[in-house]
């Protein structure tokens, strides 16, 4: 507990200094006033104090996250914090026309005061210390000295030996004390004030604060770079010299922590030794004024200043960020090279987090903002670490956390399809070898630019089957390879020369099949294409793929293979139309993927859903239950939805449980593309 008095007539000096621009550490509190804060105190962290103009206490109870004000009588100039609830404070009133002293206490941690202590025959009060709850000192004018032994009721005056005005006094037992005062005045007692003793010192300086760390160590000092020390309990006294005070500025305050760590308040700033011989000015600007300190602990320690602002030290960095997440993928990788991240707001005992800061992999740090997400454009393929760290107001930079993503941004490396020549009517085997870093999800086998169905996996080489009905060359064969990200690569089309049959019989079949080939009708309930000509690309409108529905006589386009695939194994049942009669037929709302088949989630939208019969998706609430409902790999039974079909679904209620939802159930429910539509309707 340590009590300063700050000598009256500095105050206008003090009101026009400015606000200290504090080094890394110090954070400001909101004190919410702007005249000088002359005292600060505290029990522990539980109960702060601060004086600040004449009349004011500041309180706060959370460590000075917030602070009350209460409006006191007269002018205050001492305080002491005795314990969690109880705080005393000294200062002058008038007494008739005639000013005299008194000491206030209150018991309840500031909400009411009452008066203890005061009188006509008292002078004006300063400096206060309480040793304990009950025994303490008060020190004024004319040299006065009162104690009390129980709790402020009764006091008794003291003899000290002296008439100057006594500013602070400090106590290192209930019997050894020392007091400082106007014209280089220093008393000491070792029987509890009942005798006090001048010491010698070297200055005729007012002092204004005294504190020791031990009966022998101790420091005074005052006005005019007045500073001293004791090793030896004020036998003799050593001027120490502050290279950044001036021949003018004033010691407010000290506040010892230990033989080496020492804080003096000064009109220059804040300064700080932590090896009990060098000083530090830890305020950005040597011009500023630092009135007074409260020390707790090394990391529980405040300042007030001139104009009434209150800092505190925050030296402990915030905690890690919890409960980072991605929308990125590591098995198997993200072609979306949009990746989001978010995380658990971080809280910080001592301040607030000022920002959060992230890196990739080896880079720099980079401000993030305030908000607990962020949003990174990362085109480099490969597995990458993105890692956060909050930073909290005083420059503080916490642990960091992490999480891995990778991107695949490139398809599968695919061979030229083979054999390029054919029988007509007979089976012929085509293959290609498909490698890629991630792994090949499969390939389809094009044949006249159109698919014909999934190629057959045995170890990097897909195969497949064709027969082809007729003779001549065939253009724009190929096979289309994707990856586990979803990545396509189609190799190089080649074309098939495909040989005359030698029967007649396989030359009337094939004249046959021709003939119901080029019909160019087609029954509802078929899949329906265009032919394609020679030399046409993969996105070219002949490759699509509709299901003509006896739904509502229209034909409904699959948006892409992956959607294709929950419905059907193979193109072979794809039937080919002329383009007159495709025109006739309206087209209706796209296909989307069977219910209960796969989970899907749209490109920019990091939720997850599972499909219900009638294009409803339904989300769901945790990685855990999706495990539960799709097994250890589910996370490899996710698709990507493009943004652009976002309109195509509806949405029902979320799941949240196992019970919510059965996917064998949801597939079986619907057998047909009619079937889903009409669930629709």
């Given at each position: 507990m340590r009590i300063r008095t700050l000598v009256s007539f500095l105050g206008l000096f003090l009101l026009f200094s400015a606000t200290p621009a504090l080094s890394a550490g110090w954070v400001a509190q909101s004190s919410g006033v702007t005249s000088s804060v002359t005292q600060l105190d505290g029990s522990g962290?539980?109960?702060?104090?601060?004086?600040?103009?004449?009349?004011?206490?500041?309180?706060?109870?959370?460590?000075?996250?917030?602070?009350?004000?209460?409006?006191?009588?007269?002018?205050?100039?001492?305080?002491?914090?005795?314990?969690?609830?109880?705080?005393?404070?000294?200062?002058?009133?008038?007494?008739?026309?005639?000013?005299?002293?008194?000491?206030?206490k209150s018991t309840d941690g500031g909400d009411t005061w009452s008066e203890v202590f005061s009188g006509s025959t008292v002078s004006s009060l300063y400096g206060i210390y309480m040793y304990s709850s009950s025994v303490g000192w008060v020190v004024g004018a004319d040299g006065e000295i009162y104690k009390t032994t129980d709790g402020g009721s009764n006091w008794s005056a003291q003899t000290s030996g002296t008439s100057e005005i006594l500013r602070d006094v400090d106590f290192v037992s209930s019997t050894i004390g020392f007091v400082v005062g106007d014209d280089g005045a220093v008393l000491k007692t070792t029987n509890g004030g009942s005798s006090w003793t001048t010491l010698t010192i070297s200055t005729s300086e007012d002092l204004l604060a005294v504190d020791f760390v031990s009966s022998s160590i101790g420091w005074v000092g005052g006005e005019n770079e007045t500073f001293y020390k004791t090793t030896n309990g004020g036998t003799s006294w050593s001027a120490v010299g502050l290279s950044d005070l001036g021949a003018t500025d004033t010691i407010y305050d000290i506040d010892a922590d230990s033989t080496t760590r020492v804080l003096l308040s000064t009109s220059a700033g804040l300064l700080e030794t932590t090896d009990g011989s060098s000083w530090d000015d830890v305020t950005a600007l040597n011009t500023e004024s630092v009135t007074a300190t409260y020390y707790y602990a090394t990391n529980a320690r405040w300042l007030g200043t001139a104009d009434g602002s209150i800092y505190r030290w925050d030296g402990l960095p915030p905690d890690a960020p919890t409960n980072l997440t991605t929308s990125g993928t590591t098995s198997p990788p993200s072609n979306d090279t949009v990746v989001t991240f978010s995380w658990t707001p971080v809280t910080d005992d001592?301040?607030?987090?000022?920002?959060?800061?992230?890196?990739?992999?080896?880079?720099?740090?980079?401000?993030?903002?305030?908000l607990p997400n962020t949003l990174l454009v990362v085109t480099d393929n490969g597995t990458h670490t993105f890692s956060v760290r909050a930073v909290d107001e005083a420059d503080n930079e916490g642990s960091e956390a992490s999480i891995e993503f990778a991107i695949d941004t490139a398809g599968p490396t695919v061979s030229t399809l083979s054999p390029t020549t054919a029988t007509v009517n007979a089976s012929t085997t085509f293959s290609v070898t498909a490698t890629d870093v991630v792994g090949v999800e499969g390939c389809t086998l094009y044949v006249n630019g159109s698919a014909v169905g999934s190629m057959t996996a045995s170890g990097s080489t897909y195969s497949r089957s064709h027969t082809f009905s007729s003779t001549g060359t065939q253009s724009g064969n190929y096979a289309l390879c994707t990856d586990e990200a979803g990545n396509s690569t189609s190799g190089t089309s080649v074309t098939v020369t495909v040989s005359t049959a030698a029967s007649t019989e396989s030359t009337e079949e094939t004249t046959s099949e021709e003939t119901t080939m080029t019909d160019g009708q087609a029954q509802e309930g078929d899949l329906i294409k265009m032919a394609c000509e020679a030399g046409a690309l993969v996105n070219d409108p002949c490759t699509a793929v509709y299901y003509y529905a006896a739904q509502d006589g229209k034909r409904h386009a699959f948006t892409n293979e992956?959607?294709?695939?929950?419905?059907?194994?193979?193109?072979?049942?794809?039937?080919?139309?002329?383009?007159?009669?495709?025109?006739?037929?309206?087209?209706?709302?796209?296909?989307?993927?069977?219910?209960?088949?796969?989970?899907?989630?749209?490109?920019?939208?990091?939720?997850?859903?599972?499909?219900?019969?009638?294009?409803?998706?339904?989300?769901?609430?945790?990685?855990?239950?999706?495990?539960?409902?799709?097994?250890?790999?589910?996370?490899?039974?996710?698709?990507?939805?493009?943004?652009?079909?976002?309109?195509n679904y509806d949405f029902g209620t979320d799941i949240d449980e196992v019970s919510d939802y059965d996917p064998v159930q949801e597939e079986d429910s619907v057998d047909t593309i009619d079937e889903d539509l009409d669930a629709r309707s």
């Open positions: 962290t539980a109960l702060l104090m601060a004086i600040t103009g004449t009349q004011t206490v500041l309180i706060s109870q959370d460590g000075g996250a917030e602070w009350t004000s209460e409006t006191v009588q007269s002018s205050v100039t001492g305080l002491d914090v005795a314990s969690s609830s109880t705080a005393f404070i000294t200062g002058t009133e008038l007494c008739g026309m005639a000013s005299c002293g008194f000491v206030t001592e301040s607030s987090i000022d920002h959060y800061e992230f890196k990739l992999d080896d880079g720099s740090w980079t401000d993030s903002g305030a992956k959607v294709y695939f929950t419905w059907y194994d193979d193109f072979d049942d794809v039937k080919t139309v002329s383009r007159s009669f495709m025109a006739s037929l309206s087209l209706g709302r796209n296909v989307t993927y069977h219910p209960g088949t796969k989970m899907v989630k749209f490109q920019t939208v990091n939720t997850v859903y599972a499909v219900s019969a009638g294009s409803v998706l339904r989300a769901i609430a945790s990685e855990d239950l999706a495990e539960d409902l799709y097994g250890e790999d589910w996370n490899k039974q996710i698709d990507d939805i493009s943004d652009a079909f976002y309109s």
